[in-house]
């Protein structure tokens, strides 16, 4: 009969070690390390989602104000009214320079709006004018677009400012005369209206980045002579060219 050694039978008196109930700290630790890193990427997806549909919904909002700068600027230009005989009728267009940029400005006369009666003598006509203003704290400027209203009707005239387009860095207009093209229209000396008309526009956004727009109109070369008896011809015949 062979004997048991007491290590063996010390052994076989021990209960067997059952399985462990939970985790150990190490293995916590690792998974809330795994979860962290998952929210993590999980917030820096939502967080370039939400930027980029900013961006996206921000560049709809200026493609959209860019749009209504440069239909304004084709209605109004291509209304673009001079007659010789009536020195309140004019197109003015003067360079001017701030810090090195182009803050050019542009005035002139527009039947853009009404039109003319025939039966009335020339009436409701309005002034206009492109203009920069500086934008306070900031060295951009804003478009403002200032319509004279009844400018040549009897009663009160009213100058409504209204503001066009933001972070503007820029703005140059030149004028084609069929020759050459220049940076200022005087129609008191030139007694004519000029052949197109070119806006630049260049915007800076929130990074810094300048986008440069610009706008071509071609006017029509007619002038509304007065007839003795009040009636009006009204010019035919118009044309646009753009970005």
Not at 17 to 26: E, H, K, Q, S
Not at 70 to 79: A, D, K, M, V
Request: net charge negative; glycine share 8%; no cysteine.
């Amino acid at each position: 009969m062979s004997q048991t050694s007491p290590d063996e039978s010390l052994a076989k008196r021990r209960p067997a070690r059952l399985p462990d109930a939970g985790f150990t700290l190490l293995e916590v630790l690792v998974a809330f390390g795994i979860l962290a890193v998952i929210l993590g990427l999980l917030f820096v997806a939502i967080h370039q989602t939400e930027r980029t549909i900013g961006e996206v919904e921000s560049g709809s909002r200026f493609e959209r104000k860019m749009e209504i700068v440069r239909y304004l600027l084709r209605e109004e230009l291509l209304g673009a009214y001079l007659n010789q005989n009536d020195p309140l009728t004019l197109f003015v267009g003067f360079p001017n320079h701030l810090h090195g940029r182009d803050t050019d400005s542009l005035m002139f006369t527009t039947l853009a709006q009404t039109r003319l009666s025939q039966t009335s003598p020339v009436s409701h006509l309005e002034g206009v004018q492109y203009i920069l203003f500086r934008s306070s704290g900031t060295r951009l400027f804003t478009l403002v677009h200032e319509q004279n209203t009844n400018l040549l009707s009897y009663g009160t005239q009213a100058v409504i400012p209204e503001k066009l387009l933001g972070d503007v860095w820029s703005l140059r207009i030149r004028y084609f005369d069929g020759m050459l093209w220049t940076d200022r229209w005087n129609s008191v000396q030139t007694h004519a209206l000029p052949l197109l008309t070119r806006f630049d526009i260049v915007v800076e956004d929130r990074k810094g980045k300048k986008e440069r727009f610009f706008e071509e109109v071609q006017i029509p070369q007619s002038t509304l002579n007065q007839n003795q008896g009040g009636g009006n011809e009204i010019p035919e015949g118009s044309g646009s060219t753009g970005n």
